[in-house]
């Protein structure tokens, strides 16, 4: 049971009142702060979770076991402050979760998808997860009702986004965070490998899905620029055409990469990868 119902437009900081720092996400003067790097103040409130990043709830065995896999590279203030943010909301909705950074190796253009493969790929070789859920490293849920777990169809759980003013640009939108069970994401081969650079991945997975209602995925994106080695790449339009022909043999069956290592912090686990470069 969560304290509030539906959430007015500016009141979701009610929710947090007890959490320091984080009331309102005035992200701007949040992120300006260097005084403490929101790490440590993260492991400090975040006693519970185990070194790794693997927390579950204490007094119940949650039906789920949810693996979050993060796309990274270069990220490392936006990861601390989500890590900050989002062990607290995890716990809070008696999540059975693990943290999963996967770390693109090298300068080649960045495989946002191909890293969901892999994170996928490891995530099931460390713990029986049932639920995968792929988060952004720059988004973060408004409010407690937006459950971090499966549904019964891949369910799209970040279309309410602040930079577009909480209102979804075009109707198709499957980017950000996104939910699979280990049965869909299996059935749809995963992601394809072959989105280089942004842009398209997404859209091309967009299949039947489910939406968390408006009023609850609310969320905020850190600002940023565009990183260097994601630059938009307009052939991935043309592929995303072509996605049924392709969809067998791409994806977690035509999967390669190599681990170049795998690192346990306090609260995630980062698995750094070498997943090659566009043809
Ligand atoms: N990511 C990294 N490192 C990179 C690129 C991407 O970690 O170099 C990951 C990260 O998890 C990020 C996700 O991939 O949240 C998606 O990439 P993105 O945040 O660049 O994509 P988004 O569509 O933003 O959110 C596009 C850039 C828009 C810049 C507009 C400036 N006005
Ligand atoms: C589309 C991209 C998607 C992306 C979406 C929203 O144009 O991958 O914009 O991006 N599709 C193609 O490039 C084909 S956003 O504005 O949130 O950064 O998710």
């Not at 509030?4 to 003067?29: A, E, G, N, R």
């Not at 076991?65 to 607290?88: G, K, V």
């Not at 369910?155 to 979804?168: E, P, V, W």
């Not at 307009?234 to 190599?258: C, E, P, W």
Request: proline share 5%; net charge positive.
């Amino acid at each position: 049971k969560f304290n509030i119902s539906l959430i007015p437009s500016d009141s979701y900081c009610i929710m947090f009142k007890s959490w320091p720092c984080f009331q309102c996400f005035t992200d701007l003067p949040l992120l300006k702060n260097k005084v403490l790097d929101p790490i440590e103040e993260a492991i400090f409130q975040n006693p519970d979770v185990s070194f790794g990043g693997h927390s579950k709830p204490k007094n119940c065995t949650a039906l789920q076991r949810i693996a979050i896999i993060i796309p990274f590279r270069n990220r490392e203030t936006h990861l601390h402050y989500w890590l900050f943010y989002m062990h607290p909301f995890l716990q809070k909705q008696q999540g059975d979760y693990g943290i999963y950074v996967i770390e693109q190796h090298g300068e080649s253009k960045f495989n946002r998808a191909k890293l969901m493969n892999v994170g996928y790929a490891e995530a099931v070789k460390d713990y029986d997860y049932n639920c995968f859920i792929f988060s952004d490293v720059d988004i973060i849920p408004l409010d407690l009702q937006n459950l971090y777990r499966c549904s019964k169809k891949p369910k799209h759980m970040a279309h309410s986004l602040d930079k577009f003013n909480f209102r979804l640009p075009y109707k198709n939108l499957f980017g950000g965070i996104v939910a699979f069970t280990k049965e869909h994401y299996l059935k749809v081969n995963g992601f394809s490998n072959t989105f280089w650079g942004w842009g398209g991945e997404d859209d091309e997975l967009f299949q039947s899905i489910e939406r968390a209602s408006s009023n609850i995925s609310r969320a905020r994106v850190f600002k940023h620029k565009r990183d260097r080695g994601n630059e938009r790449n307009l052939q991935n339009v043309h592929m995303i055409y072509k996605a049924k022909s392709r969809m067998n043999d791409d994806g977690l069956s035509s999967l390669k990469y190599t681990v170049i290592s795998f690192t346990k912090h306090r609260l995630y686990k980062k698995i750094t990868v070498d997943i090659g470069s566009p043809p």
